[in-house]
């Protein structure tokens, strides 16, 4: 159930997808459209964040996908083409902040689109406000320190706005070119701090596949042996993940699967797999 229903039943669940669509200059777009198109449509989500979208004088890559009935916030910094990343809600947008900290020159030289954009939106109940964080750090496989950075700058404008506003839920997602392993999503995760601070999401997907390792860019991917990474072993960049207090997460996952895995005719939707969620509130909430 999502804010398309008719009635006023508490919402049940939230589902929340992010996808790196691959810019739509590369690999055939016509007909990656038609599947990404009618893929998203069918979803039945609430949020959706995607990257490497579009926008121009002519063009709006989230609209055309999404079609009505969206509010969109696209993050400020975009490429020369227009080339950037946007959050998708169905229901209204409040306060908006945007995490724009050059981490590095090397960093906004490989990335200029590169940032993270914090988004109240305001869910019925019984959720109500939750803060979602389009995070979208840097990707040369070089750049963990920057990484490490962004993630921290994010997480911390997160914290500010959750406590300044009093809200409790907060999800974060996109796609953070950094595997489970690394610093930048173990400091996320809650298994390490960095630069003098520590936070805890939960990792949807890890969440409920924790023997399987998820890959969303891959070598099985024929869009990856043809593109700029072909020699990639296959990692998982892509994520969900759900804030922690201090005992636990705010919200259950309940589901967690990865979009656009097989071809549908012969066409293979993008180089990443996606990753949709669904989260519920917690029958017994942490602490009480």
């Known amino acids: 159930m999502n804010a398309t229903a008719a009635d006023d039943a508490p919402l049940d669940r939230i589902r ?17 459209r038609e599947v990404l198109r ?16 579009v926008r121009d004088d002519d063009h709006d890559t989230v609209r055309d996908l999404l079609g009505e009935g969206w509010q969109v916030v696209w993050n400020s910094r975009h490429a020369p083409g227009g080339t950037g990343a946007a959050l998708a809600s169905r229901w209204p947008i409040g306060d ?24 109240v939106v305001e869910a019925p109940a019984p959720f109500g406000p939750v803060v979602v964080v389009h995070h979208k ?11 490490e950075l962004q993630a921290v ?26 595997t489970p392993d690394s610093a930048s999503i173990r400091f996320l995760t809650g298994r390490q701090s960095l630069h003098g601070m520590s936070v805890c999401y939960r990792d949807a997907w890890e969440a409920v596949h924790p023997h399987d390792p998820g ?12 593109g700029d990474m072909p ?9 969900v993940m759900v804030r922690c207090g201090h005992h636990g997460p705010t919200l259950d996952v309940v589901d967690c699967r990865r979009l656009f895995v097989d071809e549908i005719g012969g066409v293979q939707a993008s180089d990443h797999y996606g990753v949709l969620a ?6 017994r909430p942490p602490a009480s």
């Open 16 to 32: 929340v997808v992010s996808l790196n669509i691959l810019d739509p200059v590369h690999a055939d777009w016509p007909r990656r």
């Open 38 to 53: 009618t893929g998203l449509q069918a979803l039945d989500a609430d949020v959706v964040a995607l990257q490497e979208v």
């Open 96 to 119: 908006i902040r945007e995490v724009d900290e050059p981490v590095s020159a090397r960093a906004t030289r490989s990335c200029v689109w590169c940032t993270s954009t914090l988004v």
């Open 137 to 147: 750090p840097t990707w040369p496989y070089t750049f963990e320190y920057e990484r």
């Open 153 to 178: 700058a994010t997480a911390r404008a997160a914290e500010e706005v959750l406590t300044g506003g009093g809200i409790r839920h907060a999800i974060l997602l996109g796609d953070l070119d950094a």
């Open 215 to 226: 890959h969303t860019f891959t070598p099985r991917n024929r869009l990856v042996r043809a």
């Open 231 to 239: 020699a990639d072993p296959g990692r998982r960049i892509d994520y």
């Open 278 to 283: 669904d989260l519920t509130p917690p029958a």
